[in-house]
């Protein structure tokens, strides 16, 4: 593809967009949730089925969806309501340490910058990212495997790992962009773009891609 061809390709996943699920993070700031659901959302999400984590936030944020009620709950609750999402003991004590945190440190406000979310433990660039363009509507740009896959595949870089990915495309994809980048590639991934044998013939960016790496599709 050529590098022009970016705004089109969102112009076009963007109409396409309401075909397909939403990532559940999307769906906490649509609904204007907040940065700390965003946040938790974001954690239980990692090495888990979207849907699993979408069950699992509301039954979390039933209990308690700010730092400091979150405080107020037992870890061994905490792990139950979670409960199947990957690792979900960990996730516990983690959901517990970074809301600690956040009260002690910050006041008991999700910090608003990249720099200051990632002193949290068990934050990662990718969580912090997405608590900045979808909780704070600044510029943030996450980079998961989806995004990663998706701008190689379609030759818009040529990276070997996500952080390599995040760095060359805050230096060419136009900000305006930024915020829904992620959505728009992580919903096309799960539905088209797929890992393996993606649906290159129900694809509205066929024309456009320069599918690097296929070497099968349906």
Request: aromatic share 6%.
């Amino acid at each position: 593809m050529q590098d022009q061809d970016i705004g089109r390709i969102i112009r076009i996943l963007s109409k396409n967009l309401k075909a397909w699920e939403l990532p559940i993070v999307t769906h906490l700031a649509e609904e204007e949730m907040g940065p700390y659901p965003i946040l938790i959302s974001t954690l239980l999400s990692l090495r888990t089925k979207d849907e699993v984590t979408a069950q699992a936030s509301e039954r979390l944020f039933s209990l308690a969806s700010t730092p400091e009620s979150m405080l107020q709950v037992p870890e061994e609750e905490i792990a139950r309501v979670i409960y199947p999402v990957g690792f979900y003991k960990t996730k516990a004590k983690t959901i517990l340490r970074i809301s600690r945190d956040i009260m002690e440190c910050f006041a008991g406000k999700v910090p608003d910058t990249i720099e200051s979310l990632l002193t949290l433990k068990g934050v990662g660039r990718k969580t912090a990212n997405l608590v900045v363009a979808l909780g704070y509507g600044k510029d943030g740009l996450c980079v998961d495997t989806h995004v990663h896959r998706i701008s190689n595949r379609l030759g818009y870089v040529h990276t070997k790992n996500p952080l390599a990915t995040e760095v060359v495309l805050r230096g060419k994809l136009p900000k305006k962009y930024w915020a829904v980048y992620n959505t728009l590639m992580v919903a096309f991934g799960r539905n088209i773009c797929r890992p393996l044998s993606p649906l290159c013939s129900a694809c509205p960016v066929f024309s456009c891609c320069d599918r690097i790496g296929v070497t099968r599709s349906r």
